[in-house]
């Protein structure tokens, strides 16, 4: 109900949100969506974009608690606190996979892709890859290229909320860090 209200106003009077541009997003024809399909796409942003910024705000506080020296060490150089969420994403992002249909037949680790067949694709084994990471058991600060891990997808698979859940993991991070001094 309250998306719906949302949505409805921001058709009406427009505002400088996401909201809005979801409100007043378009097909390609120019044709406006039915706005019970712009509320389900509302919900599902807002029940996902919550879950996954807990998950990983569980995970990367469950790592400092766990590591009294990374403690420390973030504590001292609080420009730390912005790149550890993502190494902690690599292996522990908050998606452990997605799904994807074969659009063509292809081939996959040498193996026969029919067109379509339905894929799973395993984004916290690919973030523990070997062939990708060093050591990837090993939990490292400056993981060199650590912005490539998966957790977030890739390409027009990326997740729309990513950056504001960085921001706010990291945001809540500092700010407890700061009000803390042992976890």
């Known amino acids: 109900l309250f998306f719906f209200e949302y949505l409805n106003a921001r058709r009406e009077h427009p505002r400088d949100d996401v909201l809005t541009h979801l409100a007043q997003a378009t097909y390609p024809d120019g044709e406006l969506p039915d706005l019970l399909e712009m509320v ?3 919900g599902f ?3 996902a974009g919550q879950d996954t910024s ?3 705000l569980s995970n990367a506080m469950r790592r400092i608690a766990e590591d ?3 403690q420390q060490q973030l504590r001292e150089d609080p420009a730390l606190i912005p790149p550890m969420p993502e190494e902690v994403l690599r ?3 908050s998606t452990k996979a ?3 249909i074969a659009r063509r037949d292809t081939k996959i680790g040498g193996m026969d892709i029919r067109a379509g067949t339905r894929l799973t694709v395993a984004l916290a084994a690919a973030n523990r890859d070997p062939r990708r990471w060093e050591n990837p058991e ?19 698979h990326t997740c729309a909320g990513a950056p504001l859940a960085r921001l706010e993991v990291a945001a809540i991070l500092q700010h407890f860090l700061q009000h803390t001094t042992h976890i």
Request: glycine share 10%; net charge positive; charged share 30%.
């Open 138 to 156: 090993e939990f490292r600060l400056n993981r060199p290229r650590i912005k490539e891990h998966l957790a977030f997808g890739r390409g027009v």
């Open 40 to 42: 389900k796409l509302s």
């Open 68 to 70: 009294p020296a990374l």
């Open 54 to 56: 807990a998950k990983l």
């Open 98 to 100: 997605t799904f994807r």
């Open 45 to 47: 942003l807002f029940g």
């Open 91 to 93: 292996p522990e992002g």
